[in-house]
Every structure is written in structure tokens, then in C-alpha cells.
């Protein structure tokens, strides 16, 4: 999928306001044994609104679907297999006990509240199987997918970056738009396009890759992480590019220059460091673009995955695999938000050792426009 | 002499316009500014780019490749994948329009009550903005098509909804931000009322990032939509529209590369042009 970009420009005006709460930083020196105890206080204050967050979306999960299902039509429709169902009047109304469709709104209404809140899914309408043990068996191989996919991204980003930000002159300037332009590309192209190329390319054309496989091997791997990885990277180095441009003129830069460092220490050690907190704080984008990429890139090489789970299962209405589908996804976001706040922690020697502040505050409204129009 | 020479001051002030909208775009604007023209022709007037029939079916005729005949090949009951991909604009520019006004009507709607409302209403909607960003696009949009069951205009209101959380956001922070900027604060102490700060300082402001985003959206919408098309959850095959096509062409990719090729091709071109174009609003003519 072409990543929903934000706009750059916000992105960078993020990094502007994060550039501003250095001004109280008290160094490196600050993260001491007694630091530690206020890390641990930072880290608590930084999850609990995440976990209020998940259960506030697994509340507004149950709740969506719940009514919605009923505005839409009969519930019942959804388990018998949709309008053209076979089922006499007499299976229906079977079903219709079995589920407790025939109890009161209300009841129902607090039973599937009960039932998500506690991970109980019940069984797949289609294939009569415990959602939980589809899930079980579907989440691995996409966590194994995104993980690698998003390795690959920051690599790929990390790498065009340093291309980019190498040397002056003519050559550079040439590698630099000719950078810009494949950024621009890389990031719009939509991972069902990208797929079908690299398919025929290595594929059918030189025969080297499989086109479609289950597997975890590398070459069964290589095209679906490439496709995956691509768009996110160009986004990634987008953000980078532009943060990086503004970095390598900052006074830490250049004092560091002055101190003798070369180009590339100074490039490792100080303005990436810098460069890739904007980048950082697309986290949630780009796990949104990782799961619907990750629906995309598994139906397109017919690999067995969540997205896969969720697009079959949306396809014949599976309720309750669409349910814990969506849950799952709603808590690995809680996951994966947490984890960047601690590597943003870990990332900005500003914030190392600081307990009475929330790493994220001063430029939630900055990140807030940067995330912009939805992952 | 006078009509001659105002003709003459008219043009020269033309040509240093188009100069100047040139000089602000750069070549990767125009490029793209032109690839919309043409998209653009696509919708208002297929027949003028193809004027062969997009539904014609001659079995003769299928899974050619390529040629001066049919310069994108033909598809499985042979029809013209050219007169296809052209006569497919309309229905997936407009399909991508839909959704995008159901996102950013219903977004801004949302944004604004929580930019300007009181600050309970703020802090639940914000609350729920921030919350649904746990959900992807398209697994939100799988949500409401598992609900609502699948269909071209599904897939329209599905998208919609899933791209509302993210425009309200966005909408909420920037209303917030003028909110709390100094001229606000002036024209609100000199006792100007608050529905005329509103719309003389508030709306104008804020509306204008929205109109690079929505230039941004645009192509995403058609992207995502194009991609539930792609996952079989869209238009229907025999229709010519992007997505659909796609979907179509995927049991052929690797004996007729050019079904899946030239429609994603339309796609990623539309995309791309008003990305770069979207860039170029957000940054004020800038190169992004």
C-alpha cells in the first residue's frame, strides 16, 4: 500500500519541538544507580495510558461491531453463511439459541463485552474452530514477516541516508535527487503492485525465488519482506532526509567536526542520533502500514499470516475471527508503542536520567500532525 | 494600439505565471501535474484518449500482448486493456473521491468539535482518535466489510470510516494550535465575537493543511481501495475499474504480465503525482 503519508513538513516541525526540551537536559552523566528507580517510574508512567488505550479500543471494538451488526441486518444472517444461506428455519433458530441471540439486548450486549475483555472469542463460524488457535497459529509467521520487513526498512532508510549525506558536489548532488525521486516512488508504490513485479521479475522470469510459498526459509522469505519493506523504507528515509539536512548543520555537529571527528562518526554517532527520533515517533504509522501490507503481501503470495486470517474471514463474515483478529492487532500496537518509547528513551541522551517529565509531551501535538492522515 | 499592447502586457503577465507556477512546482511537479491532466481527461472524457469499447468481449482476441493494436494488451475475453485502464478512471477516481469525502467531512466535523468544543468533549475525542490508530486502515476497513458484507460501495463507505480517525487528529491539532497562537488570543481580548474569530481566523488557517492532505488523500484512497479491489472485496470483475482489474489479473500474472502491470501501473502514476503535488501544498511550493 502507498504508506498514508504525512506531511513531511510536520514531521520535521516535530523534530523542531523535540529539539527545544534538550534545553534543560543535564547530560549524559545524569543515568546513575538512583536514575534507575526513576526509570522505572518513567517506564510505568509511559505504559499505563498505553494499556488504558488497549482496553479503551477493545471496548470500542466489541461495542462497533455489536450494534453494527445489528444495524445492518440480523446477526444470525452472519452465522448461517449471509442471505443466500440453505439453512431451514428450524437450524436458524438452533443457531440462534446456541449463540444467545434469543436472550435480551442488554445481556448480550454485557456478554460480548465479558468475552472480549477476557480474550474468550468463542469458535469461528466458518470453520468451526476456536479463534483462539486460528490466532495462535496465524500470528508467528506474520510477526516473523513485519519484524524482518521492518528491519530491512530502517536498514534500507539508514543506508540511503548515509548515500545522501556523503560528500558535496556534483556526483552528490546527482546521487542525492536521484535518491529524493526513488524515496518519492518507493513510498507511493502499493505493496499489491511491488509483489506482482517482483514476481514476474525473479520469479517467472529468472526463475530464482518462489512465487508463492508458506514457508519461512530465506528464499521463501526474500520477496514478501522485500515488498513489504520497500514503501516503509522510502517513507522512513523521506522523514530522515529531511531531519538529517537539518541536523548536519547543528551546532552539536559541528563542534564535534571541530573536535576532529570524521564525517561518518559524526553521521553514526550525532546526527543520525538525532535524525531518527521524527522517524522514531512514526512507529505507530508504520506499524499500520506493516499489518495492512502484511493483509496485502499474504494474499498476494498466498502465505498462511494474520492479514490472511482477517481477509478471509472478512470475506465470508466471520465475526468472531474478525473480533479477536482485531484484538490482537489493537494490543500488539500497545506493544509495539511502548517498546519505540523505551528506544526513544535509550536513543536521546536529552532524556537520559530526567525523571519528572513525560518523554513524550512537549511534542505530542507535533507527532500528533506527523502521524497525520491515518496509517 | 492601446488593446494591442494590454494584450501584450496580458500575455507577458501569463507567461510569467506559468513560468512561475513552473518555477514552484519544479520538474517532478509538472511531471506530475501533466500525468493528472491526463488523468483528469480520463474521467471527464474517456472517449477522447480511447475510443474503442471497454466492454467489447472477442474471444479471438485474448491474452494478447502488447502491440500498436492494443497498446496494453487484452485481458482474458479479449477485450482492450487500454480502453479499460482509461474508461477505469472515472469509476476509481470517483470511488477514491467518495471515500475520501466520507474521511475528511465526517474527519474534520469530528476535529473541529474537538478543537473548539469544551474540554471534556476534547479529551474523549482525542482520547478516541489516539485509540483507533491502534487499528490499521485496512484492518479497519476488514472490520466494517466483515460487518456490512462486501461491494463497491462498501468498500467506499469502509475506507471512509477508516481514514476519519486520522484527518479528525490531524484537523483537532492544528485547530488547537491556532487556538493558543497569539493573533487568536488579540482578536478574542479586542472583543471580537467568537463565531467571527472562528471564521475569519480559526477555519481559514486550519483548513488549509487540510487541503494538502486531502491532495495526499486522494491517492491514498484510491490506493486503498484499489487494494480491497485487489483482495476481491471490491467492484465486480467485468466492470472497468483499477482495483477490480488487478484482481483479475492476478490468477494470469505469470502468463499475461500486462493485466496486472498496466492497471497498478494507472495506480502507482495517479498516486505518485498527487503525492508530489500534495508535498508541494504542504511545504507552500517548496520542494519537499
Not at chain 1, 65 to 92: C, H, K, N, Y
Not at chain 1, 160 to 174: E, F, I, K, M
Not at chain 2, 161 to 174: D, E, F, K, N, Q
Not at chain 2, 263 to 287: F, S, W
Request: glycine letters at 12%; proline letters at 6%; hydrophobic letters at 50%.
Amino acid at each position: 500500500m502507498g504508506p498514508a503519508a504525512p506531511g513531511p513538513a510536520r514531521a520535521r516541525r516535530g523534530a523542531t519541538a523535540s529539539g527545544r526540551r534538550g534545553a534543560t537536559a543535564s547530560g549524559r552523566g545524569g543515568a546513575t544507580a538512583s536514575g534507575r528507580g526513576r526509570t522505572a517510574r518513567r517506564l510505568a508512567r509511559a505504559i499505563l495510558p498505553r494499556l488504558g488505550s488497549a482496553l479503551l479500543v477493545m471496548w470500542l471494538t466489541a461495542t462497533v461491531v455489536f450494534f453494527a451488526l445489528r444495524a445492518a441486518g440480523d446477526p444470525l444472517d452472519a452465522i448461517m453463511g449471509g442471505p443466500g444461506s440453505q439453512a431451514g428455519p428450524e437450524a436458524t433458530e438452533r443457531a440462534r439459541e446456541a449463540y444467545g441471540l434469543d436472550r435480551p439486548l442488554l445481556l448480550q450486549y454485557l456478554a460480548q463485552l465479558w468475552n472480549t475483555a477476557t480474550l474468550q472469542f468463542g469458535d469461528s463460524y466458518a470453520r468451526k474452530q476456536p479463534v483462539m488457535d486460528l490466532l495462535a497459529a496465524n500470528l508467528p509467521p506474520t510477526l516473523l514477516l513485519a519484524t524482518l520487513a521492518l528491519v530491512l526498512a530502517w536498514a534500507l532508510a539508514v543506508a540511503g541516508a548515509l548515500l545522501a549525506s556523503l560528500g558535496r558536489g556534483p556526483v552528490a548532488r546527482l546521487t542525492r535527487s536521484a535518491l529524493a525521486g526513488l524515496e518519492t516512488v518507493a513510498s507511493v508504490t502499493p505493496q499489491f503492485f511491488l509483489g506482482a513485479v517482483l514476481i514476474l521479475v525473479f520469479a517467472t522470469g529468472f526463475g530464482i525465488l518462489p512465487a508463492t510459498s508458506s514457508g519461512s526459509s530465506p528464499a521463501q522469505l526474500i520477496l514478501p519482506v522485500v515488498t513489504l519493506a520497500v514503501p516503509i523504507a522510502g517513507y522512513l528515509a523521506h522523514v530522515l532526509h529531511g531531519s538529517l539536512d537539518e541536523a548536519r548543520d547543528a551546532p552539536f555537529a559541528t563542534t564535534a567536526r571541530a573536535r576532529g571527528a570524521s564525517e561518518s562518526r559524526v553521521f553514526l554517532r550525532h546526527t543520525l542520533r538525532h535524525a531518527a527520533l521524527p522517524a522514531l515517533a512514526l512507529s505507530g504509522w508504520a506499524y499500520g502500514s506493516l499489518l495492512s501490507g502484511a493483509v496485502v503481501v499474504e494474499a498476494l503470495f498466498a502465505r498462511q499470516g494474520l492479514g490472511r486470517l482477517l481477509q478471509e474471514a472478512a470475506t465470508v463474515r466471520d465475526v468472531p475471527v474478525v473480533i479477536g483478529s482485531v484484538v490482537i492487532i489493537a494490543l500488539l500496537y500497545v506493544v509495539i508503542m511502548i517498546v519505540s518509547d523505551v528506544l526513544e528513551a535509550v536513543i536521546d541522551p536529552r532524556l537520559h536520567g530526567q525523571a519528572d517529565r513525560r518523554p513524550d509531551e512537549p511534542n505530542r501535538a507535533g507527532v500528533a500532525v506527523a502521524e497525520g492522515a491515518g496509517a | 494600439m492601446s488593446a494591442v499592447s494590454e494584450a501584450g502586457v496580458r500575455a507577458s503577465r501569463v507567461s510569467r505565471a506559468v513560468a512561475g507556477v513552473g518555477g514552484a512546482l519544479g520538474w517532478p511537479g509538472l511531471v506530475s501535474a501533466v500525468l493528472l491532466a491526463c488523468v483528469l481527461i480520463a474521467v471527464a472524457a474517456p472517449h477522447l484518449l480511447a475510443p474503442g469499447n471497454p466492454l467489447e468481449v472477442s474471444p479471438s482476441d485474448a491474452f494478447q500482448p502488447p502491440s500498436p493494436a492494443h497498446p496494453f494488451g487484452t485481458d482474458e475475453s479479449g477485450r482492450d486493456l487500454y480502453s479499460r485502464v482509461v474508461h477505469g478512471a472515472r469509476s476509481s477516481v470517483g470511488i477514491g473521491l467518495s471515500a475520501l469525502g466520507i474521511g475528511i467531512g465526517i474527519g474534520a466535523l469530528l476535529g473541529f468539535a474537538a478543537g473548539l468544543g469544551p474540554r471534556w468533549l476534547d479529551a474523549l475525542l482525542g482520547r478516541v482518535f489516539e485509540v483507533l490508530f491502534a487499528l490499521p486502515t485496512l484492518v479497519m476497513a476488514l472490520l466494517f466489510i466483515a460487518i456490512i458484507g462486501a461491494g463497491p460501495r462498501s468498500s467506499i463507505l469502509a475506507i471512509g470510516i477508516a481514514t476519519i480517525p486520522g484527518y479528525a487528529r490531524m484537523l483537532r491539532a492544528s485547530v488547537r494550535g491556532i487556538r493558543a497562537s497569539g493573533y487568536v488570543e488579540y482578536a478574542r481580548l479586542d472583543g471580537v465575537s467568537p463565531v467571527r474569530v472562528f471564521a475569519r481566523h480559526v477555519a481559514p488557517n486550519s483548513l488549509w493543511p487540510l487541503v494538502s492532505a486531502a491532495t495526499l488523500g486522494i491517492g491514498q484512497a484510491i490506493v486503498w481501495v484499489a487494494a480491497l479491489g485487489f483482495l476481491g472485496l471490491g467492484a465486480l470483475p467485468p466492470s472497468p475499474e483499477w482495483g477490480a482489474m488487478l484482481n483479475a489479473g492476478r490468477v494470469y500474472l505469470t502468463t499475461a504480465w500486462w493485466m496486472t502491470v498496466c492497471p497498478g501501473l494507472a495506480i502507482v502514476a495517479t498516486a505518485a503525482a498527487l503525492t508530489v503535488l500534495g508535498r508541494r501544498l504542504a511545504t507552500g511550493g517548496r520542494a519537499a
